[in-house]
Structures are given as C-alpha cells and as structure tokens.
C-alpha cells in the first residue's frame, strides 16, 4: 500500500511541479525579478538601513523603533561570508523548478495520504475536488491573513508568520475534513469554528506598512501566484486521482 | 494485497490497519518534503527555494 501511494504521490507531483514550474516562469517570476530591482535599490523615502542578520537573511530596519521590517534577498552569514545560492538565471530556473517538483510529491504525498484515509473511490475528476479543497487549505486560508509576498514587502517575524500559516493550514485541513465526512450538526458547527479561528486570532501583522515594492506590483504578484497555485492544485488534484484509480484497477 | 483470507471481515480490518499506517507515514514524508521547501531555516534552501516559496505564498524572508 506504501508503494502504491509513494508511486502515485511521486509521479503527481513530478507531473504538476513541471508544469507548474513552465507557468511560474512566465507569470511569478517576472514579478519576482522586477521587485528585487526595487527590493536592492533600497530608495525607500524612508528605509533606514541598519544591517543585521537573522538565519543568514539581512534585514533593513525601517524605523529603529518598530518592528516593521524589510527583509533582503542578499543574505550573508553571520561571518559576513556570502552564503550559497543560484549564480545566475539559468541556476536559479533549475533551483525553483526542482523545488517546485519537491514541493509537488509533498502535496500529493499529503494529498493521496488523505485519499486514503476517507476510502473514497477516486478518479481524475473527483481527484479536482480533492485538489481544489487542497487549493482551499494551503493558499486561500493562509492567503486571507498573509497575502503572497512580492520580495521588498514590509512583514512581521518571520517564525510568527510560519507558525500562523502551518497553524491556519492545520485548522482548516482539519475543519473541512470533518464538515465533508462528519454526520452530525455539531461537528459541522466544530469544522466551521475551526476554519474561522485563525482568522479571528489574526495573522502575524507588521506595524508599519510600506515595503519598496510599488503596490501596483504587489497586487499583480499576490493574483499571480494564487491563480498559478489554483492551476497547480487542479493539476496535482486530476494527476492523483487518475494515477490512485488506475493503480487500483491494476491491483484488482 | 498479499493477505490470505481467513475471514472477509478481518482481511477487511486488517487491509484497513495497512493502508491508514501507510497513508500515516506518505502524510508524515509529505509534511516533511513541503516543510523542507517551504519553510526550514536554512539560508541555502532559502536561496535555492527562494522563488517557490514566494510563488507559493510561504511566508519568506
């Protein structure tokens, strides 16, 4: 059995994080690489910058007084050694293209792990359904508190925003599990609650708003990246659901 | 499924234990995967994930 998931997961998740990489290339990164120029430029009328380093990521404090902070792409080690990254463009497709993959088996591994789990019958279609409530858990839910980040925007503590975003996937995971397979009123009711929760709690906010990325290209980035997660998600979602059906059918 | 059949209710519970202890483990090495990618603190897989995370609406930097 854990072969056969393990080779549904692997094989979903190489299919979508190909393609997927194919439409980032075109869509995401763009914004990305515009936004760095800005990010680097530091002309914000009011970046103080006042180098510090946290896991090897500078930081440019924005005020010394606030915890609004710019987080830079240039990251040096505490030793002031440069740490590794991708030299050049070509590098760097290839890092976030096998990222991607990675990130792909992840979510079908979790994804066909739920397959099983509810003993549904699946096949590509129902697979969209599983891949779109996917879509729901792991970008729209964390997106409403942390919107995607173009490099440049001002955010709160990183390991803040971390804990938030795994917490809320969690909780929404949870929450849409049991109102789908529940049967009665109350644990509907408990699903709900669980998915309205981190939202009443509220996402890690910086005090300060006003990163070096122009708004307009924020915008553009956030709507980006989640209708390129909506494609990932449908990709991934059909992928498994037809490659768990046929790796049924052949078992019988 | 290599299971020999005693009796249809407990093949059924026990082809049941096999596939939740497997689906336990793909959803422990998914976490895992998408943790690595996403999230660990590292500033090389930052570096070379860096896109993705963004892309991906991780929270970065």
Known sequence: MLKRIMSTAIIAGLVAGILVSVVHEFTTTPIILYAEEYENSGENHHTLLQDATQGGVKKANVHSDTQGQIYLADTDSEDGQEEWGPNNRLERTFFTSLANILTGVGFAAILVACFTFSGEKLSGRRGVIWGLAGFAVFTLAPSLGLPPEVPGSMAADLSLRQTWWIATSVATGVGLWVMIFGSKTPIYLLGLLLIILPHVIGAPQP????GNAPPELAGQFVAASIVVSAIFWVILGWTSGALWKHSGDVAK | MNLSINSASSVVSQSRTN??????????????MV???GFAQSASLHNAAHDTRHSYAFPCH
């Open chain 2, 19 to 32: 596939a939740v202890m497997a689906a336990a483990v793909a959803m422990m090495f998914g976490i895992f």
């Open chain 2, 35 to 37: 943790y690595g990618v």
């Open chain 1, 207 to 210: 005090t300060e708003i006003g």
